[in-house]
């Protein structure tokens, strides 16, 4: 199928853009051609003609580390920290729930996520083959992982049997558009021997591994009393950096941490916004970017957000750190795009060059309404993009060639249905709605 759209301006990574009008020819689940100006040759050669005037196309957004279904747990154990809000709050509903919540709430997420201009998400959780079946029907790209908690023996062999089995169904489902990734929850809930038997699985699937890491300060104490090492140190010694990693938070962590980082190439999801909110602290970004660690940016569950909006994370990753450093220079607009376009799609394992609008590159664009006041004057607009855009301006989202929402229709979902099952859902499992 041939697409053309034809729009206002063009952000096509955070180096590179296009000021003015634009074109870029679709063919199927790649952009063809993308250049300034209108298309010269007949329009009559496609089969869809798209045009917005007034739009700016960039590339889709990444939210590197997420729980999708935790959409059900939205306004669930809020203004406490991390180790009461998982013990007392989260995880007693979390034992309520089944597949049929996890595929609506997961459904909840596409349709937050797609409104609100990302392309692709992370998810660890439970059941996951009805966030998977969610996932393949809204569209959207996903990297999927079975949460694996190794705290009991059942348990233990419960995470490697559906992990396995999991990966043998999604890996490169829905066009390829579904990945799957190894989910050892943590460090406090995946004793030694069991994150050196995920490594291992990790070395026999072939397939990354997504874990939490250094989260609070808590846990950095408790492993060095424990293991007599920092999370990062006690997760490279279990084995687990041998292999690709992407570690959510690693808020954390000192130097010597960070070079493990940077060493192993571990990938790093910055969660600002969930950090902030269950009062973990504020990772030290500006000091693993400087070290060249890849990191990406994430929302985390809608229980420690409680959104899912990507412009929000990269406007605080653009200003928290200047704040916490009293240095203006810190994570500029351009570093806080990359870390939710380019550098987000390096850090959830994708093909290099996705994050970005170029030929040969996968069509995951979004679409922005450029006619706001806060689009005025069109200065700078990967600026205006971080530090005046959001989610509300986003009008149209392309999924590998595929459109998921028209002028801010979503095309892939039944969202009223996705609203009344939710509800019902939830009156269910914690009695209210
Ligand atoms: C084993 S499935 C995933 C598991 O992770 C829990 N979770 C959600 N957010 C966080 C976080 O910020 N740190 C640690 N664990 C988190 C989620 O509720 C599931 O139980
Ligand atoms: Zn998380």
Not at 142 to 156: C, F, I, N
Not at 227 to 249: E, K, M, N, T
Not at 358 to 371: E, N
Request: proline share 5%; with cysteine.
């Amino acid at each position: 199928m041939r697409t053309l759209l034809t729009v206002g301006a063009v952000i096509q990574s955070s180096e590179s853009w296009i000021d003015g009008p634009a074109h870029i020819v679709i063919e199927d689940d790649r952009i063809a051609a993308l250049a300034a100006g209108p298309y010269a040759g007949p329009q009559s050669e496609f089969d869809l003609v798209i045009r917005r005037p007034h739009a700016l196309a960039l590339p889709g957004l990444i939210n590197a580390h997420g729980h999708a279904a935790m959409t059900l747990l939205r306004g669930v154990g809020d203004d406490v920290p991390l180790f009461t809000w998982l013990h007392e709050r989260i995880f007693p509903l979390e034992a309520k729930l089944t597949g049929e919540a996890v595929y609506w709430g997961t459904l909840l997420a596409c349709w937050e996520m797609i409104r609100s201009g990302t392309t692709c998400f992370t998810d660890m959780y439970m059941m996951m083959d009805h966030a998977a079946q969610a996932a393949a029907e809204s569209g959207l790209r996903a990297v999927l992982s079975w949460g694996m908690v190794g705290l009991d023996e059942a348990s233990a062999e419960a995470g490697i049997r559906n992990t396995r089995r999991f990966a043998a169904a999604w890996h490169k489902a829905a066009d390829g558009r579904i990945t799957v990734t190894l989910g050892p929850h943590a460090p406090y809930t995946c004793p030694p021997a069991y994150l050196t038997r995920v490594a291992e699985l990790s070395a026999e699937l072939g397939l990354p591994i997504q874990i939490h890491l250094a989260e609070t300060r808590q846990e950095v104490a408790d492993s060095l009393a424990r293991y007599g090492a920092s999370p990062i140190v006690h997760a490279d010694r279990c084995g687990l950096f041998a292999h690709p990693v992407l570690a959510a938070h690693c808020v954390h962590v000192d130097d010597d941490d960070i070079a493990i980082l940077q060493h192993r190439g571990v990938r790093v999801a910055h969660n600002p916004q969930s950090n902030l909110k269950l009062a973990s602290g504020v990772a030290p970004v500006a000091r693993m970017r400087a070290a060249g660690v890849t990191v990406g940016l994430g929302t985390d569950g809608a229980a420690s957000n409680n959104n899912l909006d990507m412009f929000e994370e990269m406007r605080l990753a653009a200003t928290l750190h200047k704040g916490v450093h009293e240095d203006a220079a810190a994570i500029p607009a351009r570093e806080a795009f990359a870390m939710a376009t380019e550098l987000g799609a390096r850090a959830v394992f994708l093909p290099e060059g996705h994050g970005t609008l170029a030929p040969g590159q996968p069509a995951d664009i979004v679409l922005l309404d450029m006619t706001s006041p806060h689009f005025i004057p069109p200065r700078d607009l990967l600026s205006h993009v971080v530090y005046a855009a959001g989610a509300d301006d986003v009008t149209d989202v392309f999924v590998a060639g595929r459109m998921l929402m028209a002028k801010g229709e979503v095309l892939t979902l039944d969202t009223e249905r996705i609203r009344y099952e939710v509800r019902r859902l939830v009156s269910l499992f914690s009695g209210s709605s």
